[in-house]
């Protein structure tokens, strides 16, 4: 398939997406309405990594995507999402408001006593 085949046929398939999603096609007299933003196939790559590493499947990811390394896999293509990030906050939270070391010592919530992530 030569590029601008190919460029073609992604057009068409991010039109479709759109008319999918509430859009319209334009017209000389109706405006066409685009209801998702364009994106590239290579950006779906980030996102399929991604969602594969917050549904907890690390190393089976880069057999998935086609990486023969697995470090491409995790530094380049997958991304910490918020959700990601809240849970593991949250995790450390709920380890460090479990009784440890709340005798004074080293552990419990710290030597400010507080939330760990400024929430």
């Known amino acids: 398939m030569t590029h601008t085949a190919y460029n073609a046929a992604w057009a068409s398939y991010l039109g479709y997406l ?27 790559l980030h996102t399929y990594s991604s969602m594969l590493y917050d549904a907890g499947v690390d190393p089976c990811a880069q057999k998935f995507l086609g990486h023969a390394d697995l470090q491409v896999t995790l530094k380049i293509y997958t991304h910490l999402s918020e959700e990601k990030e809240r849970g593991a906050v949250d995790a450390l939270n709920r380890f460090l408001g479990d009784g440890a070391g709340t005798d004074g010592g080293e552990g419990g919530k710290g030597a400010t006593g507080g939330d760990v992530g400024g929430e």
Not at 24 to 43: D, L, W, Y
Request: glycine content about 12%; charged content about 25%; cysteine-free.
């Open 18 to 44: 759109n008319l999918k999603a509430g859009g319209r096609r334009g017209s000389r007299s109706n405006p066409k309405f685009q209801v998702i933003e364009e994106f590239t196939a290579h950006q779906l």
